[in-house]
């Protein structure tokens, strides 16, 4: 069976995904969102993609699980407030799904 997606561009899927959440998070005057979107999708490029490609598995790694937990603690949190952010929640939680299999990817080592 052939892989899903390779480490890196389930990383971009979600930086991207982030990204334009951020975009839709400051269109709505949600300073917040916009700033804690930032500070994830700035982590994961960094921390992440360049230092995979950089060969530094460890530090990517780590830095796939943690946009993944904080995504998926974000999108938890976006449930219980209500109206629109209980569909951004549920967008937050697809959105670090790509990250998480890459964090899977690059912990098993396939």
Do not use: E, H
């Amino acid at each position: 069976m052939s892989q899903l997606l390779d480490p890196l561009s389930a990383m971009i899927i979600t930086a991207a995904g982030i990204t334009v959440m951020s975009i839709i998070g400051i269109a709505m005057d949600n300073v917040w969102g916009f700033v804690i979107g930032l500070f994830l999708v700035l982590g994961l490029v960094f921390g992440g993609i360049m230092r995979y490609r950089a060969k530094d598995i460890t530090t990517a790694k780590y830095t796939c699980l943690a946009v993944t937990v904080v995504g998926f603690i974000l999108g938890f949190i976006n449930l219980f407030l209500g109206k629109l952010a209980v569909a951004f929640g549920l967008i937050d939680w697809l959105l670090v799904v790509p990250t998480g299999y890459a964090w899977y990817r690059l912990q098993t080592g396939k």
